[in-house]
C-alpha cells in the first residue's frame, strides 16, 4: 500500500475575484486554484482534495484560513521544506500559502477547529471610504452608535439557534454557540468600526446577517432589543440585511492541544441539539404559558 502523509496548511487570500472557497464547474475558486497547483507540484492525478476549516463565501476574505489534504509520502518527500515557496511560483497574487506542515496525529482542519474568528470593517464616513481599502471594507453613510451596538450583540452570545440569521441547507442544524461579538472603533481611524465575531462554528451568511442586523441598530432604525426578538423566532426575518461579503475577513482558527484533537473532531461530529439544562427550561416555559388564559395551545 502507498504510504500517506496528512499535510496542514495555513493560507490567506484576497476574496475579490474568487467565487468562494468551495470548487464550482467553471469557477474560479480558492480551493480549485490552490489544488490545481498542488497537483502541478507534487506531479498528481487527479488533484489532492483541501478540506478546509471554514467555507467562505464569494467576495470574503482571509488572513488565516487553515486547510488540510492527504498525499503520498513519496510525492511531500521529495519537495520537503520547499512547498510554499514553490506554491508561490504557481499561485495567482490574491493567494498565499503561508505555511505547509505535517499535521499532529487526529489533526482534521474542520472538525478539530475550537473557534472560528472573523472581524468585519465598516466605514461611517459621511464622505465615503479611504480608496486603498475600498476592496475590504464597506461604506455605511449612516453614523454608528458603536454603545447600542454593543449593547445589542452580548444579547447574542451563547449557544442558541440562529436559525433566523442563517440561510438553512437541508439536514444541517442552525445551533451555535456564539463565543463573542463586540465592536470596537480603529484606533488609527476614528471612522472605522470593526466587528469581531467568535463561534464554535458558522451556519451560511450567519457572521453577514449578525452584521446586518447591527447596522440598522448602530444607525437608530432599530432598537437594541430587536436582534434578541429576531433570533427568539427561529425564523428567517426578511427584515434582517445581509451586510455585502467584500467586509468580512476569517482572522483566525483556534484548535485544542495536540493530543487533544482526535477527541475535539469526534465531538464535533455529532448532531448539534441546545443543552438539555437550555431545553427543560424552554419546556417548562411553553408548559406554563400554555396554562395562562390566551397562552399557547
Not at 447591527?214 to 432604525?221: A, E, F, I
Not at 492541544?257 to 443543552?275: G, H, P, Y
Amino acid at each position: 500500500m502507498t504510504a500517506l502523509v496528512r499535510l496542514r496548511l495555513d493560507i490567506g487570500y484576497d476574496g475579490t475575484d474568487f467565487a468562494g472557497w468551495a470548487r464550482q464547474p467553471n469557477q474560479r475558486t480558492v480551493q480549485g486554484v490552490i489544488e490545481d497547483a498542488l497537483a502541478r507540484m507534487l506531479r498528481l492525478d487527479p488533484p489532492p482534495m483541501l478540506t478546509v476549516a471554514g467555507r467562505t463565501d464569494a467576495g470574503v476574505h482571509a488572513r488565516a484560513q487553515v486547510a488540510h489534504l492527504v498525499v503520498p509520502v513519496a510525492a511531500y518527500s521529495a519537495i520537503n521544506g520547499t512547498m510554499p515557496r514553490r506554491l508561490a511560483g504557481l499561485l495567482p497574487p490574491d493567494v498565499r500559502v503561508w505555511r505547509v506542515s505535517v499535521a499532529p496525529e487526529g489533526f482534521d482542519a474542520r472538525f478539530s477547529a475550537l473557534a472560528r474568528r472573523y472581524v468585519y470593517r465598516v466605514c461611517d464616513n459621511p464622505v465615503g471610504v479611504e480608496p486603498l481599502r475600498r476592496h475590504d471594507v464597506l461604506w455605511h453613510p449612516r453614523p454608528l452608535n458603536l454603545n447600542r451596538m454593543n449593547e445589542a450583540a452580548r444579547l447574542l452570545v451563547g449557544e442558541n439557534d440562529f436559525a433566523a440569521y442563517c440561510r438553512k441547507r437541508e439536514g444541517a442544524t442552525t445551533i451555535r454557540e456564539l463565543l463573542r461579538y463586540e465592536w470596537a472603533r480603529d484606533d488609527r481611524d476614528p471612522h472605522l468600526a470593526l466587528a469581531t465575531v467568535e463561534a464554535d462554528a458558522f451556519c451560511h451568511s450567519m457572521v453577514r446577517a449578525l452584521v446586518g442586523a447591527m447596522l440598522m441598530v448602530g444607525d437608530g432604525r432599530r432598537d437594541v432589543e430587536w436582534p434578541a426578538q429576531v433570533l427568539a423566532a427561529r425564523v428567517r426575518d426578511s427584515g434582517v440585511n445581509v451586510a455585502p461579503a467584500h467586509g468580512l475577513s476569517l482572522e483566525e482558527i483556534r484548535y485544542p492541544d495536540d493530543d487533544s484533537l482526535a477527541k475535539r473532531a469526534q465531538e464535533t461530529r455529532r448532531v448539534r441539539t441546545l443543552n438539555a439544562a437550555a431545553a427543560a427550561a424552554e419546556h417548562a416555559a411553553n408548559a406554563a404559558n400554555a396554562e395562562q388564559p390566551g397562552g399557547a395551545s
